[in-house]
Nanobody, 118 residues
């Protein structure tokens, strides 16, 4: 059974940091690009960051460049999102996604809520 389980969300003050984790199971983790998306209230889901299957290539939304870092540990089937200098606009549910490009197979986690507020 495929599972993506996010953790690490919570309430943080502006300027603070959080580290999200996504533990994967039930599929060949190292064959999938991993992505973090987020969805704020009343807004569409947006891609925040992505890392290639081997971990060498990363991409970021302009809104988080220089503040967020995505990484993965293929030995532990886990992807991370380190978030610094958090802003109220970063408040959203953050979702982990696994995507295999050659056939479009995609899996989603249930999300973890990040709230940035004083």
């Amino acid at each position: 059974q495929v599972q993506l389980v996010e953790s690490g969300g919570g309430l943080v003050q502006p300027g603070g940091s959080l580290r999200l984790s996504c533990a994967a199971s039930g599929f060949t983790f190292s064959s999938y690009a991993m992505r973090w998306y987020r969805q704020a209230p009343g807004k569409e889901r947006e891609l925040v960051a992505a890392v290639a299957s081997a971990g060498g290539s990363t991409t970021y939304a302009d809104s988080v460049k220089g503040r967020f870092t995505i990484s993965r540990d293929n030995a532990k089937n886990t992807v991370f999102l380190q978030m610094y200098s958090l802003k109220p606009d970063d408040t959203a549910v953050y979702y982990c996604n696994a995507h295999r490009s050659y056939d479009g197979m995609s899996y989603w986690g249930k999300g973890t809520l990040v709230t940035v507020s004083s």
